[in-house]
């Protein structure tokens, strides 16, 4: 089940129930491999020799991904500040190299009972409503990859 994300301004709100127990929606999260085959949902690749994870609290995080057919070069990186498995994870998210700005992501995973888990996806920083509403998008689409992967197909 998809719902709409929500830019409100200031962020992203994202909530999916994906049909999946909330560890396998953990590791989707968490283990470079499955996070390489969803992130950039279908117009990117991330090479999963590109991403590294240090999933504790302090830890860095990097992927780089590949957009579009003009295949723009993308180097995200971030610390994580919690990780509670498999329930909470908080990261910073920026693709500037060197800059200390960032977003704020938090994802809270909650088991709905029979194999199902919701996800609530926030993202919080600087960018303007306008940057929201296009990330909001790209994120649903690399849900909607994720959700492939939990489903099998």
């Known amino acids: 089940m998809a719902e709409s994300p929500t830019p409100d301004g200031e962020g992203i709100t994202i909530t999916r129930v994906f049909d999946a127990p909330r560890e ?3 590791r989707e999260w968490t283990e470079q491999q499955r996070f390489a085959d969803w992130f950039g949902g279908e117009e990117a690749e991330v090479p999963v020799s590109t991403v590294t994870m240090d999933v504790n609290e302090g830890g860095a995080w990097q992927a780089t991904m590949f957009a579009g057919p003009e295949r ?5 990186h971030g610390e994580y500040r919690e990780a509670i498995a498999p ?10 190299p060197g800059d200390d700005l960032y977003e704020l992501v938090i994802v809270v995973l909650t088991d709905l009972g029979d194999g ?8 919080r920083g600087r960018m303007s409503a ?5 990330a909001g998008d790209g994120w649903s689409t690399f849900f909607d990859r994720m959700a492939e992967h939990l489903s099998g197909h």
């Open 72 to 76: 723009r070069e993308i180097h995200w």
């Open 87 to 96: 329930e909470r994870l908080v990261l910073t998210l920026s693709d500037q």
């Open 24 to 26: 396998r929606v953990w």
């Open 116 to 123: 199902r888990t919701e996800m609530l996806f926030q993202q």
């Open 130 to 134: 306008k940057q929201y509403e296009a």
